[in-house]
């Protein structure tokens, strides 16, 4: 599509099993007992296709971790759950999480280039720095990497990632059998990447993807994760709270891209939004009243906040004004960095005190996304001000209580974006680029033995 007037949203589905709401697998419409059944996390895909969502994309982080008064998250294994729903779904998009603080670029480079195979060009990789120190302890590590060297790690195994699935040329496979020739084998050629963090040598053992390369997703927020977006990514999931956040975020991206070398508008920005969907506006209200009501001590969350600014917030008042120097040094903060500036704007903006700001953060889900809450109609109204205001180009979905939310956007919300123009009304291409209106990476031809 060309020209702004024509543009249409993005929306992709943050698939939690039971939902975002950390009370939502309490509700009377909740399946815990089927979250790591297959049928269900099918039903959902095929919920999403028919809503025809640009992808599904499955958070991940690699540790156990239990917040003070929080039952346990429950996650899936992304690769493995994709591979599945790759088979059981013909057009929606496919995005995982993987750690590039603790994973090996050559097997995310198999992984991903053969999830793309398998769905016909549908795959996505979202990359992180992962957080705190229980995931480095997992991977034979005492503490996280400091935050500047997570980044550069970053960087480096993007580099060696993208240069893996380059490794071959679109037209190596030939399986011609007049003449014998399956492969061109000289079109496959060896990186040899040697620097401070990987030492990989190539070529890939998997043909480049059908789309070149499968979707880069990034969700760093600190301005490290920025650049590492604006350089890398094709899409940005962010937590833009406001309109105002939303706009300020794009507008950043956007010059950071354009700095980077790249087309200002190449890169998707996605803030994450949390729906809560009714037939009224009543009926919406109740739903997240129902969830956020359930029964949770102060002191619990007093704890969890605690926890996550990594200092004991157990002998103040809780009723004293949320002083900013109690927010760790984001050099050295060993947890989400992204989500700390995002805290960090909402203490500046609102001025809570410690239980409001508690209170806050747990109903929020810990996170700083925006919320919606009304009919198909009123949401809608809210979509098309954040997007014709250049404060996104579409949406990540965090369902509060599944299946049943995802069943009210796909049948409230999106009709009514439909109506105005703001969404397609059928599946235009079967890649995840066609769906975000991005272009194939530009691959070598045979003969051209050239690694970059």
Not at 37 to 56: N, V
Not at 102 to 131: C, I, K
Not at 259 to 276: E, F, K
């Amino acid at each position: 599509m060309s020209g702004r007037d024509n543009r249409q949203l993005h929306l992709s589905l943050n698939l939690n099993g039971l939902g975002f709401h950390r009370a939502g697998w309490r509700h009377p419409s909740s399946q815990p007992d089927r979250v790591f059944s297959a049928d269900y996390y099918l039903e959902l895909a095929r919920t999403a296709e028919r809503g025809q969502l640009d992808a599904i994309f499955l958070a991940d982080t690699p540790a156990f971790v239990l917040m003070p008064g929080r039952s346990v998250t429950l996650q899936a294994e992304p690769v493995s759950l994709l591979s599945a729903l790759a088979v059981a779904t013909t057009h929606i998009g496919l995005i995982g999480t993987i750690s590039a603080s603790y994973s090996e670029p050559y097997t995310v480079a198999r992984q991903f280039a053969m999830l793309d195979h398998l769905s016909a060009g549908r795959a996505g990789v979202n990359v992180v720095t992962s957080a705190g120190d229980r995931v480095a302890q997992n991977f034979g590590r005492d503490s996280h990497f400091e935050h500047a060297t997570r980044y550069e790690r970053a960087a480096d195994f993007l580099t060696v990632v993208t240069s893996l699935w380059d490794s071959w040329a679109d037209d190596t496979i030939r399986a011609d059998k007049a003449t014998g020739v399956f492969a061109d084998l000289e079109s496959i050629v060896e990186i040899n990447h040697v620097s401070e963090h990987f030492r990989v040598r190539g070529p890939l053992n998997i043909p480049r993807p059908p789309q070149g390369r499968p979707v880069l997703v990034q969700a760093g927020a600190s301005p490290r994760g920025r650049d590492l977006a604006a350089r890398w990514a094709d899409a940005v999931y962010t937590g833009s709270s406001t309109l105002e956040n939303g706009q300020a975020f794009c507008q950043d991206i956007r010059r950071r891209a354009a700095h980077a070398g790249r087309r200002a508008d190449s890169v998707r920005v996605l803030p994450g939004l949390i729906p809560y969907v009714g037939s009224t506006e009543r009926e919406a209200r109740e739903l997240r009243r129902e969830l956020e009501d359930q029964p949770e001590p102060l002191d619990a969350m007093i704890e969890e906040l605690g926890a996550i600014l990594e200092t004991d917030l157990g002998g103040l008042d809780p009723d004293q004004p949320m002083d900013p120097a109690l927010f760790p040094d984001e050099a050295t903060y060993g947890q989400s960095v992204s989500r700390l500036v995002r805290f960090r704007q909402y203490v500046h903006a609102e001025s809570p005190t410690i239980a409001q700001f508690a209170r806050w953060v747990r109903s929020n889900l810990g996170v700083v996304h925006w919320i919606a809450t009304g009919t198909g109609e009123q949401i809608a109204d809210q979509l098309e001000t954040w997007f014709r205001a250049g404060a996104a180009d579409g949406f990540n979905l965090l369902v509060p209580l599944l299946p049943k939310g995802l069943d009210d956007v796909v049948d409230q919300v999106i009709p009514e974006l439909r109506r105005r123009g703001l969404f397609r009304t059928g599946y235009d291409g079967r890649t995840l680029r066609d769906h975000l209106g991005l272009e194939r990476p530009a691959g070598r031809r045979s003969g051209a033995a050239s690694a970059r």
